[in-house]
């Protein structure tokens, strides 16, 4: 475990992160806007009897819950391809250091996402968005420290 990673091996570490940002960039074109997702939710939703502004509070919802999340796993992937470079010779427990840069790169991806989706005619960029992909991130990041955090203390035990 404590051999050097070559090129190849080194990237299979980081390409989890690479694909999970071509998913948010193809959720920021005009195939994520709500009105394309909408299409046969509403209709369901209409269905079970929830009225117009419930509908526009639960979509609201999920699209910022949707941020949460796949930000979050964005941090924790860019956590792991950062914690698993060459650089490393052997694995050190988990640092709030270690995570700054992955957190970095999130809120700078997440602004990134937003200026572009303000180029598409469907979509609008939100500073508000890039404060929840940002908190999506952290939150990503505490439960990796969490999870560390417990593995630590079950290997002491």
Known sequence: MNEPLTPPSAL??????????????????????????????????????????????LILTVRKCAHLTEYAFLAVLLWRGWWRRPVLPTRTPWRVRAAALPFGICVLYAALDEVHQAFVPSRTGSPVDVMIDAGGAAIGLTLLWLWHRSRRALSMA
């Open 12 to 57: 299979r570490w980081w390409w989890p992160a690479l694909v999970m940002m071509a998913i948010i960039f193809i959720g920021s074109t005009d195939l994520g806007a709500a009105s394309h997702q909408s299409r046969l939710l509403i209709p369901l939703l209409q269905w079970l009897g929830l009225g117009e502004a419930a509908i526009r509070g």
